[in-house]
């Protein structure tokens, strides 16, 4: 690399693009987290952490810049991951700012979470292609400790102001959930495919959803349906809160078998399923209606799961099949494959 006359150039350089580095591996790793958390707590924590190194990156554009402007070649996937951070960036603070919204069919969520998984193989393959940029003893120096606290300082400002921006702009909206979801109604909410699923055509009269080898039909939940209050909140940016009727599943499962296994596996006629501890079987539900509505086909009918406190992919649609099991519940993809 050239080097610079001038005090404010020779700061921009190796430095710049380590700390770039480690903020961008820090967003990949919190926002996955922040797809895996529902509750409180660790919702909050993620999303915290979230925004505060997609803030730190905005932080240190202009030295970056710097660096862009010095070097000799640009390659194109150099300039095609420069497009896909800016528009993962924007679209992350479009849904902090704006909230859910569909653009041309598509969510910031969308937009956000395919531009960060483009951007993830152009960082390596620009990794991989570039200079060496090593960590030197120097690196953590008192001064350049000080310069890395005087940065973060300032996104934490900066993501203090913008969260203020979010709660003005918001007006009387509902306050998002503790994950930045925006509340949407549940009886208009879009019914949601997580990756590549498709709608089944099911018979509700004739379906019968097997529980541990035992038949169900739609009557037989129905008559034991009890009301749950529950928030399903999707990783897409929205969630919605509803009364849903349903059985929980520690009361269809036989209680013997129940006692020995480890997990409980929740599968849907087109296969998409999820392994939870056998443990949360008193609050899962079966569910046949929602908001004093019966399911609709997009929505999961004829029979879906309730799963209060865990994100929107955990509640399968079109449940074909629980099945008890000796694997742990860890055992899966942490998302679903279709
Ligand atoms: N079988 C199946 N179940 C599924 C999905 C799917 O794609 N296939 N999507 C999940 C996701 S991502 C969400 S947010 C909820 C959405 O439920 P809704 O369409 O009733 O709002 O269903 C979940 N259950
Ligand atoms: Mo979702």
Known sequence: MTRFPGPGWRRAGRRTNVA?????????????LSFATARSAPA??????????????LVLVPWKTVVVRRARTVRPASVFLT???VVCLAAGFGQALIGYRLVL????????????????????????RSRRQRLRRSDLTRRALLRTAVGLGTAAAATAALAGVAEVSRGPARRPASTGSRE???????????????VPALDPDTFRVDVAGCGYSVADLRARAQTVRARLDCTNGWYAEADWSGVPLRDLLPA????????????????????FPASAAADLWLAVGCAGLDLTSGTG?????????????WWVKWVGTVRLSPVP??????????
């Open 20 to 32: 770039l580095l480690l903020l961008l591996v820090a967003t990949f790793v919190t926002g996955v």
């Open 44 to 57: 909050v924590t993620a999303a915290l952490a979230h925004g505060l190194v997609g803030t730190a990156i």
């Open 83 to 85: 497009i896909a951070l």
């Open 105 to 128: 069919g598509l969510s910031p969520m969308q937009v956000h979470v395919a531009t960060a998984l483009l951007a993830v193989g152009l960082l390596v393959w620009h990794v991989v």
């Open 184 to 198: 949407v109604d549940a009886t208009s909410r879009p019914p949601t495919i997580w990756l590549s699923d498709t």
């Open 256 to 275: 013997e078998p129940l006692a020995r296994a480890v997990s409980l596996e929740v599968v849907s006629v087109t296969g998409y399923g999820r392994r």
């Open 301 to 313: 009918a004829p029979v879906r799961l309730v799963a209060p406190g865990r994100r929107g992919f």
């Open 329 to 338: 519940a860890w055992r899966q993809l942490p998302f679903p494959a279709q």
